[in-house]
């Protein structure tokens, strides 16, 4: 049996993509969730007595909530989408997840990642007197693709 090693917060490191399609890490993250929201189906056949549930799709999401931090590249692109109220195609991001525990062998500073074409919903800024303000909302939808990041070149390649 392999040994057991518990996987923190800090071992999976999220980037993404802004207009100009550079990548950078989001650093004042505070709070990040994955839900994959799956979208199911249920039947029941006149012989049966309970309900078949069917997974027919995903509806991913991410809330998030990011300290206030200017100059950090991530918050001043999500907080610059909620400021002007961007819509449509202009709130898309390419959010990487990237799995630090699981490096490449033989591929120095890369790791087991995944990527999603995301629309970042920035819903509100909050902070109470005294206190750093902080922004929130969601990162939603896409279909995951997998492969491999490098962290520093920055560039995920697609596993075929």
Same mark, same amino acid.
């Given at each position: 049996m392999s040994e057991l090693r518990d996987i923190m917060v800090y071992d $999976?490191?999220?980037? *993404? /993509?802004n207009a100009e399609n550079e990548i950078n890490l989001g650093g004042v993250i505070t709070e990040l !969730? $994955? /839900?994959s929201n799956p979208i199911e189906t249920e039947k029941q056949y006149i012989h049966e007595k309970s309900m078949r549930t069917t997974v !027919?799709? *995903?509806n991913n999401e991410f809330p998030i909530t990011m300290d206030m931090v200017q100059g950090d590249e991530v918050f001043d692109? *999500?907080?610059?989408l909620w400021y002007t109220r961007a819509t449509g195609s202009d709130l898309k991001r390419d959010h990487i997840i990237v799995n630090l525990w699981e490096p490449i062998s033989g591929s120095e500073n890369t790791y087991k990642a995944r990527k999603v074409n995301? !629309?970042? /919903?920035i819903t509100e800024a909050t902070g109470d007197p005294g206190a750093q303000k902080q922004i929130s909302g969601s990162l939603r939808g896409g279909d995951f693709v997998y492969g491999t990041f490098n962290t520093s070149k920055k560039t995920f390649t697609e596993t075929v």
């Open positions: $999976e490191a999220h980037y *993404f /993509s !969730t $994955e /839900s !027919t799709g *995903f692109d *999500f907080y610059n995301q !629309t970042v /919903s």
